[in-house]
């Protein structure tokens, strides 16, 4: 069997007897083989998260719009939210950048090698400099510079890009501009962010020479989902690097590079995996 | 609900279309919710794994032996070797050791504090130099000194003590005897062994001068099941200390210990949550 | 040789021509063997550390009062402030205890089996519950009970038996009470606490319940010198553990406590071997 | 004060009383600032390793001839092996490479941005694959195919490139040719390896096969200079990735590739920096 027999579903509800089963159920009814199952059941909060692998019957008789329409009353029962995706289908990233390439080059190695399983429609930049990195990968780069006053006609053009493109999730690869509520709101829950601290420490600008002043011995880097709030979207994943006295914040800012290209794609592996559920301001990742 | 209410199902066979549903659908009928589960399909080996934490009905309505009765021909349909475990039930862990305390100390510290949920019913050692430990914590103590010409004899008193004490697992705490091929075969798959290298590498005596005389950067630390081959067993888990060319041998001895105690915990732990399962001389570990 | 044939000699001062010249122009008249030597300069501030570890000149002829007489104008010349240790001499540290006892056992088994080569004069305690560890390990336990209206009283006693054991260092392993500023200031820099949480991240109280909130990936532990703001003073070394969702905040406390243990140790080795160097609010730690 | 100020003076010898003073006195004398500084003394040895980083008089009167001259014979009175290294000097590294371009694209960013200070005169591979990678970094890409018959040939011509670009270092970066002992004994400690394991596990073919045949739950990577025996030589730097039961040999490939690139990176780093001392078929690297 390949990839592109294999279907990934997700679903969540209130905790309540027989959640496991409704999913399980349908999928041996279906003939899917499962191939991979993990859930997770907040004991606190009464919620429960499923995800499972599972592949298409070997007669090769599968119809996903009838098995939809087989799970959506059972999933309906429990009042479940759920997906249902391809494995093998590759989603479209829109990768958001400024100036420091370090992310950037790493996620189009990572894209062009296969490791990450994307399409990339585009790359937009509030700075020309990345453009011939884009070319080579053969990738539409669009230059929006911005300023205080043409904010809001930038992120209009942005949101644009983003639709057009048909962007199933937007990365902020180190963009440096704070992006407006508005925009904040319309990216909430799809588009990841790095931040090169160890969230909730070092929150907003320049972090790393905050971690200076106060004498860290280690730094780290954040990826989280953009929320209305700066730098305080839900966690998916954190990395971090052991630093020590004779690290300026110059140090700092190269030692961290590595940290948060692999912590940025991490983040983004799980959520084009269909790992990471958002709730109640945090993250339940599966099989991680 | 407490831990009181929760049990374990555990089980494996040779992959094939229904054995999730096989274990899911049938705690559904038992009214059992099924608080935590994961599953693991070995695609090359043609072998599936899955571990169940569940919770018994809510109206007190369950009964272990229907229960076992119930799932018996369903699972033989499969194939499937199965374990069932009450969540609270503390297994009874024998412990070996020698003179070096730390995995004992650490062990002991665990188990009166209760973050380890075991019995300790005892010690056994070829030295007397740990008895105060042992007493201090009101567990019996075997000294059973060895040589080559007692060997079998002392080992008979092992296994009898072994027998005695009803253990569910033997922990070889840094016992730094190499145990009978009989030995080894009666405590195969369930006795946890703590190696001081990262195996296979520097199997044998003296692993830390091993390395030393190599020149490596990390050490570290195995557990494993004992099997018939020395410091050949299937590996639970493994841990790393960074070192440099300004450790001595005895300071990688000194080094080592904290990651050997990590090390050897994180096992035991695993074992006793019933999350390891032995499959062609390795292991499947689900939700570590 | 032995250690009790070294020294540790250690010195700073503002950055100037001449600085470790001074010391090791020093230390080869007076024929003594540099075993290991560490510099920093930090280049933005204008300062200078060194930590030589040196041995006595092999015919035994070595006096150390008339070695400090003949360093101090030579320090004096580059306003050094400078200090001589005997690598063998174990410094008296006074513990501090709550009820959590997982630091206080780590520390008192690297004490008895001699990993950590220091004098335990006393444990102070809020609390009776660990009187009886105290006990064993045939260290006075001082029962010093404290409430709002009495702690002016109690912190009194505390410094009395700080005084009268001639304590080097006073260790915070997890005591859960706040110092008055009073207290603080007598403290500052030669007491470590350990904090269970990534500094500057979840300061004060209940740091995992903080953690938790927030859904950090990532926890952590931070030990650092006492000063006169809660949670601020310099900060000697940090350790982290990864977690995920299914950690409540119980989990995170019982997660956190290896490498809260191994934290605190690893900033008591730095300390007693001289490494730390306290600097406009942070540390210098040289060769560890 | 920049980089182009400063020198890296290297020294070792057998173990003597004055050593350190050999080299403080005469950089003090010299009016060279000493901006950093370490030493090792391998007490069973008998043998000394110093590595400073000193910056030129800062009336600009230096001559770095008198300097050498003025230091030969202090040297050679203690029988050191010594270099003396412009800090902002860009050593010439020629990279070899087989079809696997990881390490290579990583080695390229940190070049092109900087990060690690060298000149790339050549690229040399038995595949044509990589062409378009070293193209866009305008360096010369050598394929050189390699068959059992034309090896001999095929490694005349490396060496004659390694030559002709008047190479510091040669980094073998993934390439998957056995090198000849004639070519080994030509770059030996001047050649640096990225070998997929930990090593002295799992050396020669395929260590992720082995790994995964073993059920290993870390696997590493590991940079250590070409000597005549594979697999074999001084060990610089390693480092790890945790693994579990749920990865086949591809998969471990893959979530190796991080690791290497990284382990690789910091060890071509230590070498250039002048920290790193081979020594009885071990390294000590200074400052790390």
Chains 1, 2, 3, 4 share one sequence.
Not at 53 to 75: C, H, Q, V
Not at 146 to 163: D, L, Y
Not at 228 to 256: F, M, W
Request: net charge negative.
């Amino acid at each position: 069997m390949t990839q592109h027999d294999t279907l990934i579903l997700t679903a969540s509800c209130a905790s309540r007897l027989g959640t496991v089963d409704a999913v399980t159920g349908y999928l041996r009814e279906q003939s899917c083989y499962v191939a991979d199952m993990q859930t997770f059941d907040d004991a606190r909060a009464g919620h429960f998260f499923i995800r499972a692998e599972f592949r298409k019957p070997e007669n090769g008789d599968f119809d996903e719009a009838a098995f939809r329409d087989g799970f959506s009353p059972r999933a309906a029962e429990f009042g479940m939210q759920w997906e249902l995706t391809e494995r093998s289908r590759k989603p479209n990233v829109v990768i958001m950048v400024s100036k420091f390439d370090h992310c950037l080059n790493d996620l189009l190695y990572r894209y062009r090698t296969g490791q990450l399983a994307i399409e990339i429609p585009a790359i937009i930049s509030n700075h020309p400099d990345l453009q011939r990195l884009a070319d080579w990968h053969h990738i539409p780069y669009y230059h929006l510079p911005v300023t205080a006053e043409t904010k809001a006609e930038q992120e209009a053009k942005i949101w644009q890009i983003v639709q057009e493109s048909k962007a199933d999730l937007v990365v902020l690869a180190r963009y440096m501009q704070v992006l407006s509520p508005e925009l904040c709101n319309q990216l909430a829950g799809w588009a990841i962010n790095i931040h090169h601290s160890l969230l909730p420490g070092f929150k907003g600008a320049q972090p790393y020479h905050q971690a200076y002043a106060k004498g860290v011995k280690l730094v780290g880097a954040t990826a989280h989902y953009i929320n209305n709030e700066l730098d305080e979207g839900p966690i998916i994943t954190q990395g971090i690097q052991t630093v020590d006295h004779s690290h300026y914040p110059e140090d700092l800012v190269a030692k961290g590079r590595d940290v948060e290209c692999i912590t940025l794609a991490k983040a983004i592996q799980y959520h084009i995996e269909k790992r990471v559920f958002m709730y109640q301001g945090k993250t339940v990742v599966l099989g991680s």
